[in-house]
């Protein structure tokens, strides 16, 4: 039976992947350190749900990446690492930058230099945020992303450096993951489509940022699991490969579809563009097609609806504030 590691797997992604390798008889072991940059109670929430799925094939270890013993615990006799676990989000990191260094760059390598089996596959959770300002779209793995615009996207594109570095001198097949605005049940509080639903619902205003044309390609979190799970199977060389959903949505046409999904009107206060913001996000997807075999397969609209459904559900029992 294949042991996977998830690092971050008590949060919005690494919950959803680790449900979707217990349901297919992995063993799954997460590592988190239940970092209060949102509320705790919000990932133990996800853990149990974990081990009520996986029962005595799955394990939780809390522990920092920056702890490089608990880092050596958990990759102990793994088949597979996937690295999600990170100080997330462009905006906090233009308050903090040395902190996502520490943890997203630094954190990274302590993980890395644990792993002594050069048949360990590894799969590293990136961003869409390292192509900066791009406004050549789709955005293509292949273009340069030498200038990303928040330390947050600098961190990111750092590990994807990390990750090449280690293959080369060490062999482990490496994949890093490009995700773009991932978004469904469990997001993260701060997040927009979550910001958005509780602002909507509650009947306060929502924070929305420059006129409204800013672009956003949004991937479902079902449509990311898919994609990871695929990446955990490559057990040869190095890539990077972006997942998202293939298509754009304003943040207009995005308040829209969560004003129908919770058949309620927004609220809008206007605000200049933030630092740190693109103007649009766009994954050209075929290289995960030919890698993978990946493809969106959740329209957004029908994506926000599940999130709302399910947002309004955990409103209504309390769980949500």
């Not at 609209?301 to 459904?309: I, Q």
Request: charged residues 25%; glycine residues 8%; neutral net charge.
């Amino acid at each position: 039976m294949t042991l996977a590691l998830i690092t971050g797997g008590a949060g919005f992604i690494g919950s959803h992947l680790s449900q979707k390798l217990l349901s297919e008889g992995w063993r799954v072991r997460v590592l988190d350190n239940l970092d209060p940059f949102y509320d705790p109670a919000l990932k133990h929430r996800n853990l149990e749900t974990l081990r009520q799925l996986g029962g005595d094939r799955f394990e939780f270890l809390e522990g920092d990446l920056l702890d490089g013993d608990a880092c050596k615990r958990a990759v102990q006799d793994v088949d597979c690492v996937v690295h999600l676990a990170a100080l997330a989000g462009v905006r906090p990191s233009l308050q903090d930058p040395v902190r996502y260094m520490d943890v997203n760059v630094k954190g990274t390598q302590i993980l890395l230099q644990q792993i002594t089996d050069k048949n360990v596959r590894f799969v590293f959770g990136s961003s869409s945020s390292v192509y900066g300002g791009n406004k050549n779209v789709p955005f293509s793995e292949t273009q340069a992303v030498d200038r990303p615009v928040s330390p947050y996207a600098a961190s990111k594109k750092a590990g994807e450096v990390l990750c090449y570095t280690w293959h080369h001198l060490h062999g482990n097949p490496m994949t890093c993951l490009r995700f773009f605005t991932v978004y469904g049940p469990r997001q993260r509080p701060e997040m927009a489509i979550h910001k958005f639903a509780r602002a909507i619902t509650d009947g306060t205003k929502i924070p929305f940022f420059g006129d409204g044309s800013s672009r956003r390609d949004y991937t479902y979190v079902e449509d990311i699991a898919t994609g990871v799970r695929a990446a955990m199977d490559r057990d040869d060389g190095y890539a990077i490969i972006n997942l998202g959903g293939a298509a754009t949505t304003s943040l207009s046409e995005l308040v829209q579809h969560m004003e129908a999904a919770l058949g309620r009107p927004a609220l809008l206060d206007k605000q200049p563009d933030q630092p740190g913001d693109v103007p649009i996000t766009f994954a050209d997807v075929s290289l995960a097609e030919k890698e993978l075999g990946y493809r969106a397969a959740t329209p957004l609209a029908e994506g926000v609806k599940k999130f709302c459904r399910w947002y309004v559900e955990e409103k209504s029992a309390r769980r949500l504030p």
